[in-house]
C-alpha cells in the first residue's frame, strides 16, 4: 500500500525547512496501525563484508575482464561465487543477521549512483551497463573517470558521484534485487545494505553550476522510498540504510536532516524494518535524532570514539523501543578483542535498548579475511591479532554471553585475558633509546632554515629550468619484476641474482627517463613491493603478513604491515638503491622514502599508546635514513604524506590536536638538511581544504599534490594561505588506461601559471606509475614533457 510523502524541501545549505508528514486522507502517519513494522530481531552482525576474495579472487577477474581475458560470463562468475562463500561462512560463523549488497566490481559509492540514477551526461551514450559502470570508475579515451577521494578517514578510495544541474534521479534497483533474491534462495538471513541518502549527497560533488547536492534531498527521498517497498515485495524483512556522515561535521544541520528523512522514511507503510548504521565515530546529536524516528534499529560505532558514544546512548531515552546495534568489536584494525572489557560496556547498555545486538564497529573490509593462513607470524604477535574471520567469531561470542551469561563463554573470556596481558608485557612494546633520542631532538627544535634562503641554495646546486618535469616515484611493477620478486622469495633464485636484476631495471628506467627528457629522475622503485610494507619490513616494531589483504579502491590492494611495537631503523633502507640510480646520470635523482603519518595510516598501527607517539617515532627512523641520503650525496629527498589528510579526526574540535603532532612528525623526520638539499612532499585523493593551512606547515621546499581530476581546484586554496614554496600539481590521472594528450596537459598547465609563478611550478603526473602499463607510462610522459616545453616557451616569451 503506497503513501504520499510531502517533498522535503532544501534551501542552498543544509538546513531544512519544517515540513508536515501526513497521508492522503490526512491523518497523521505516526498514529495509522498499519505504519507498524514487524521484523525478527537479530543479535549478532557485522556492518558489512569484503569483496575481493581471500586469494584476490575478484582483483585478477577484473583486471582479467578489462584486459579482454576473461568473459563477462566468467566475472559474473566469480563475483557469484565469493557472495555465496561470504554469505554461506558468515551465516554458519553464527550470525543471524548477514549484509547483502556489499559486494561490489569497484566501489560501493558508485554502485549507490548506478543504484539512484546519479550518472553523469558524458556516460549516457554507453548502451552497456558494466561498460559504463568501467568508464565512470577507471575512464577510457572517451570518458574522464570519477573523482576518487578516501572514505571517511580509512584507507580505501570511493569514487565521487557528480550531481549535474540535469540529473534526474531514478531508481535502478537490479543489482540489490537479484544479490538478495540470491541470498535468500540460499537460506541466508538477508540484510540489503546500501548507502543513505544523507551520505550519499554529502558525498557527492555539484558540477557544472549545481549547487551542494545536498539540496536535492527531497527530490532523493521518494527515490529510497520506492526502493523500500521494492525490497519488502522481495522479501527482505530488514535493511540498512548507511549514515556514516553523521559522525561527521560536513553539515551542522545533519541532526535534524536525519530526523526529518528517517521520519518520512520510517512512516511508510510498506518496508522493511530499518537498520541506520553509522559508523567511524559518535554520532552525537543525530542519534538523538534518528531514535526519536519509527526506524527500529541504530548502529553505533563503540570502538571509535568509545566513550562517548557510550555516554550518547545513556541519555537517549527513545532507544529503548529500537533495537541498539552496538560495534565493539574494531572493524578497522587487527588486534583480538578484550572480551571481559567488551562485556563491560555491553551489559549497562541493555538497560537503554529494548535489544543489544553485538556487531562489528564498521564493515571487515578494512581488515584481512583470515589470520588462519598467517602461519609465519611470530606466534606470540599472532595471539594478539583478530582479523575478519576471527571478528565474526568474537561478534557470536560476545552475543552468547549476552544471552547466555559469561560462564558460557568462560574459555573464550580467559584466552583473551591471556592474549592482552601477553602484549602488556613484551619488552618489543617499549625502547628507552628511541624514546630519549625523540625528546632530545624535540627540546632542540624541529625547523628549517629560511624558504628564501633554502631556495637560493637549492637552484646554486641544481640549476633546474622552469617547470622542471619529473614523475612521483615508482614505474610500472612489471611481470618481470613480480617474478622476479616471487622467485627471490621462494629461493628459486639467490639475494645476489635478485639485486642484479632490480639493477637493470633501475638502469633502463633510468635510460627511459634520460630518452624522454624529463629534467629529474627517480630510479622506480623496482625492488618495492608497496610503499609502506618496504619499509616496514625493515623497521624493528613492524610485522609483515603473507595473505593479509585488503581493498584500497577497485582492483588495487594492499597488505598493511603491523606495527605492534617501538619503531627503530637497524640498517640504511633505500641508500644503495638511490646511490646506484645517481651513478647512471648527471640529472637529479630523488631520493624516495614515505613520511611517518602515511606508514601509520596504511598500516594496523598499535593502539595502546597515542598516535602522536608512534609517528614520532617512525619519524626518527626517516629522519636517519634521510641524513645518510643526503651524506651519500643525493641534492633531492622526496618524504610522501598521500595520507596526511586520512587521517584528520572526522569532528573538528580534534582536528587541531592531529594537525600539530603529524606536522611535528613530518618536521621531526625532515629538519635535519643543509638547505642546499631539496625537501619533496607528495599528497594525493583527498579534499584538501581541511588541510591546506597544514600542507604549508610541513614546509617542504616542493609539494606534488593531487590536481587533475580536481581541475587545479586546489592552488587557489594553497594561495589562499599564503603558501610560498614550489608546487607539482598534478597534470594527468594516472588512475585511469587514457593516455591524454599533448595540448589537454598544455592547457592544464596554463590553468595552473594563473595562479602561480613558472619559477614555483612543477610539472608532474598525478601519482606514482605503478599500476600502470609501460607503454601507457611512455605515451603519457612523452606528451606531458612535450606539454612542458610547449608551455615554458610560451611564458619565456611572455611579459612578466
Known amino acids: 500500500m503506497g503513501v504520499r510523502l510531502e517533498a522535503l524541501r ?37 556492518a558489512g563484508s569484503p569483496r575481493i576474495g581471500p586469494k584476490r579472487e575478484l582483483k585478477r577477474a577484473t583486471e582479467g575482464y578489462w584486459a579482454g581475458r576473461t568473459s ?27 549484509p547483502v549488497n556489499t559486494f561490489s566490481y569497484y566501489d560501493q559509492m558508485l554502485d549507490a549512483a548506478f543504484l539512484l540514477g546519479a550518472l553523469p551526461q558524458r556516460v549516457t551514450n554507453i548502451g ?3 561498460d559504463r559502470y568501467f568508464a565512470l570508475a577507471r575512464g577510457n579515451d572517451d570518458v574522464a573517470p570519477l573523482e576518487m577521494t578516501k572514505w571517511f578517514d580509512t584507507n580505501y578510495h570511493y569514487l565521487v558521484p557528480e550531481i549535474e544541474p540535469a540529473t534526474r534521479f531514478a531508481l535502478n534497483p537490479r543489482k540489490v534485487l537479484s544479490e538478495l533474491g540470491e541470498a535468500l534462495r540460499q537460506g541466508i538471513p538477508a540484510r540489503p545494505v546500501v548507502i543513505g541518502p544523507i551520505t550519499f549527497l554529502l558525498l557527492s560533488k555539484g558540477v557544472e553550476g549545481a549547487g551542494p547536492p545536498i539540496g536535492r534531498l527531497d527530490e532523493l527521498v521518494p527515490v529510497y522510498s ?39 522514511l520510517g512512516s511508510l507503510s510498506t518496508r522493511p524494518a530499518i537498520h541506520v548504521a553509522t559508523y567511524f565515530g559518535d554520532p552525537g546529536p543525530s542519534l538523538a535524532a534518528l531514535a526519536r524516528t519509527p526506524v527500529e534499529a541504530i548502529g553505533v560505532d563503540l570502538v ?102 559469561r560462564d558460557a563463554v568462560a574459555g573464550q573470556i580467559a584466552a583473551s585475558d591471556a592474549a592482552a596481558a601477553s602484549r602488556r608485557e613484551d619488552p618489543r612494546l617499549h625502547n628507552d633509546r628511541v624514546r630519549a633520542r625523540i625528546a632530545d631532538i624535540l627540546d632542540s627544535g624541529v625547523h628549517r632554515g629560511e624558504p628564501a634562503r633554502r631556495r637560493a641554495a637549492q637552484d646554486a646546486r641544481l640549476h633546474l629550468p622552469p617547470l622542471p618535469t619529473t614523475t612521483i616515484g ?34 633502463d628506467v633510468i635510460e627511459l627517463q634520460e630518452q624522454l627528457g624529463l629534467d629529474v629522475l627517480v630510479h622506480g622503485e623496482p625492488e618495492r613491493n608497496d610503499m609502506v610494507q618496504y619499509f616496514a619490513e625493515q623497521l624493528a616494531g613492524f610485522a609483515a603478513t603473507r595473505n593479509g589483504w585488503v581493498q584500497s579502491y577497485g582492483s588495487r590492494c594492499v597488505r598493511p604491515p603491523i606495527l605492534y611495537g617501538d619503531v627503530s631503523r637497524t640498517h640504511p633502507m633505500t641508500v644503495e638503491w638511490i646511490t646506484y640510480a645517481q651513478s647512471l646520470t648527471d640529472k637529479p635523482v630523488k631520493g624516495m622514502l614515505t613520511g611517518p603519518v602515511t606508514i601509520l595510516a596504511w598500516s594496523f598501527v598499535r593502539d595502546d599508546q597515542p598516535l602522536a607517539e608512534t609517528a614520532n617515532q617512525v619519524a626518527l627512523a626517516i629522519r636517519d635514513e634521510i641524513l645518510d641520503l643526503e651524506a651519500a650525496g643525493i641534492s633531492i629527498i622526496q618524504v610522501d604524506e598521500p595520507a596526511l589528510r586520512e587521517l584528520l579526526p572526522l569532528r573538528r574540535a580534534a582536528q587541531g590536536e ?32 581541511e588541510v591546506i593551512g597544514a600542507i604549508a606547515d610541513l614546509d617542504a ?42 595540448g589537454e596537459m598544455a592547457e592544464s598547465l596554463r590553468a595552473a601559471l594563473k595562479a602561480l609563478p613558472a619559477q614555483r611550478l612543477w610539472v608532474n603526473p598525478d601519482c606514482g606509475l605503478k599500476t600502470r602499463s609501460v607503454d601507457e607510462v611512455t605515451a603519457s610522459l612523452r606528451n606531458m614533457v612535450a606539454a612542458a616545453h610547449e608551455v615554458r616557451a610560451a611564458a619565456a616569451r611572455s611579459p612578466r
Open 72 to 98: 563477462r560470463a566468467e566475472l559474473e562468475a566469480v563475483g557469484a561465487t565469493l557472495r555465496r562463500d561470504m554469505w554461506s561462512g558468515l551465516a554458519g560463523a553464527g550470525l543471524d543477521s548477514v
Open 226 to 264: 520506492e526502493l523500500l517497498g521494492l525490497l519488502a515485495d522481495a522479501g527482505a524483512q530488514w535493511v540498512q540504510l548507511d549514515e556514516p556522515a553523521l559522525v561527521t561535521d560536513i553539515c551542522p544541520d545533519a541532526p535534524a536532516l536525519a530526523g526529518r528523512v528517517y521520519d518520512a
Open 304 to 405: 571509535a570514539g568509545a566513550d562517548a558514544a557510550v555516554a550518547s546512548i545513556v541519555e537517549v531515552p527513545e532507544l529503548a523501543g529500537k533495537i541498539l546495534v552496538a560495534g565493539v568489536v574494531d572493524g578497522r584494525n587487527v588486534w583480538r578483542t578484550d572480551l571481559a572489557a567488551a562485556l563491560d560496556t555491553l551489559v549497562p547498555l541493555l538497560n537503554s535498548a529494548a535489544t543489544v545486538a553485538v556487531s562489528t564497529s564498521c564493515s571487515t573490509m578494512h581488515v584481512p579475511y583470515s589470520l588462519e593462513p598467517e602461519t609465519g607470524l611470530d606466534e606470540k604477535l599472532r595471539s594478539w591479532l583478530a582479523f575478519g574471520q576471527e571478528k565474526v567469531t568474537e561478534v557470536v561470542t560476545l552475543a552468547r554471553a549476552l544471552r547466555d551469561g
Open 658 to 689: 592531529y594537525l600539530r603532532w603529524a606536522i611535528g612528525a613530518f618536521r621531526l623526520a625532515t629538519s635535519a638538511v643543509a638547505d642546499s638539499t631539496q625537501i619533496h612532499t607528495h599528497l594525493c585523493y583527498s579534499e584538501f581544504g
Open 10 to 46: 532544501w534551501g542552498t545549505r543544509c538546513t531544512p525547512r519544517p515540513v508536515g508528514r501526513t497521508s492522503s486522507g490526512g491523518e497523521r502517519l505516526a498514529d495509522r496501525e498499519d505504519d507498524i513494522v514487524t521484523a525478527p530481531p537479530f543479535t549478532a552482525t557485522v
Open 474 to 507: 615508482s614505474y610500472p611493477q612489471t611481470p618481470a619484476i613480480r617474478k622476479a620478486r616471487a622467485a627471490f622469495r621462494s629461493g628459486e633464485i639467490t639475494e645476489d641474482e635478485y639485486v642484479g636484476r632490480m639493477k637493470q631495471e633501475i638502469a
Open 701 to 742: 621546499d616542493v609539494t606534488s599534490i593531487e590536481a587533475a581530476r580536481s581541475h587545479m581546484e586546489v592552488l587557489g586554496d594553497l594561495n589562499s594561505v599564503g603558501f610560498a614554496n614550489s608546487v607539482g600539481p598534478g597534470v594527468y590521472d594516472i588512475h585511469s588506461p587514457r593516455v591524454p594528450g599533448t
Open 128 to 130: 552497456d551497463e558494466l
